[in-house]
């Protein structure tokens, strides 16, 4: 029993470490919107390419929600959207959001934003994917849950990273990576150890081998968050099926 239960749990460890997709869908039209479109609900974008006119793109620099494609209200939903590189804050989540099969051709200073802020509450980014972020893929500065499955990254600094340096910084945030196929990167999650955050990394690659660092977070203006690791320690990062090949 035991054996079969081992064999049943490598092989849906293998099935998951396929995305949905690696390669960046065609869009099916363009559309553009001079303010952060507001999402409560479901809003399917029906593979359009989404652009902000004027471009809010500032690069780095950080702005806020307002320079966002999208702003989705708590238990909100977006699928199937394409954003281009012309704007800034890719997607707000001010609480549990749900975003599946969205695509980010050119992250300007972050693909999306989660603020949820209860301890028991999940967001989910299902399939998809993102590249050229020169940062972060996905910031995480609420509390709870941020879970991405089945996602493609491909030349980017980190997937997840645990806000650093945020007012009320606290958590603890738990990051749970599944499937995801990460290319000319850095870690998959960043997390804060002082704030005992986990990183849970099942059925996944990154091709340099890189999977989670660990700092310790701050408040705002108290400095800087300084790396204390990197690589698994069983503790607050563990992996399980992670690879090199990709
Ligand atoms: C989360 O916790 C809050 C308050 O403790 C509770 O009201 C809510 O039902 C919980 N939600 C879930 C999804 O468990
Ligand atoms: C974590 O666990 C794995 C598998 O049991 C083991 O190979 C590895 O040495 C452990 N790492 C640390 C830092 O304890």
Request: with cysteine; charged share 20%.
């Amino acid at each position: 029993m035991k054996s079969t239960l081992a064999t049943l749990s490598l092989l849906a460890t293998t099935t998951l470490a396929v995305p949905s997709a690696t390669t960046f869908p065609a869009a099916s039209g363009e559309t553009a919107f001079p303010t952060a479109h507001i999402v409560s609900g479901s809003f399917d974008g029906e593979m359009l390419r989404f652009s902000r006119d004027p471009n809010t793109c500032r690069d780095q620099t950080e702005t806020g929600e307002a320079d966002a494609m999208f702003i989705v209200e708590p238990g909100g939903a977006i699928s199937n959207a394409i954003l281009s590189a012309a704007q800034a804050e890719g997607i707000h989540c001010r609480g549990a959001c749900t975003l599946t099969n969205v695509w980010w051709e050119d992250v300007c200073e972050d693909a999306a934003t989660f603020k949820q802020a209860a301890a028991n509450a999940t967001s989910r980014v299902v399939g998809g994917g993102a590249r050229r972020a020169a940062d972060k893929i996905f910031q995480f500065n609420g509390r709870g849950t941020v879970a991405v499955t089945d996602f493609y990254a491909e030349d980017y600094g980190k997937l997840v990273r645990s806000c650093g340096d945020c007012g009320a910084n606290g958590g603890p945030r738990h990051v749970v990576v599944e499937g995801v196929v990460a290319k000319q990167g850095g870690v998959l999650c960043g997390i804060n150890s002082n704030y005992e955050d986990t990183c849970t990394i099942t059925g996944s690659c990154q091709n340099s081998g890189k999977s989670c660092d660990r700092y310790t977070g701050v408040e705002k203006g108290d400095g800087n968050s300084v790396k204390i690791g990197s690589g698994p320690d069983n503790y607050s990062c563990s992996v399980d099926g992670f690879t090199r090949t990709c």
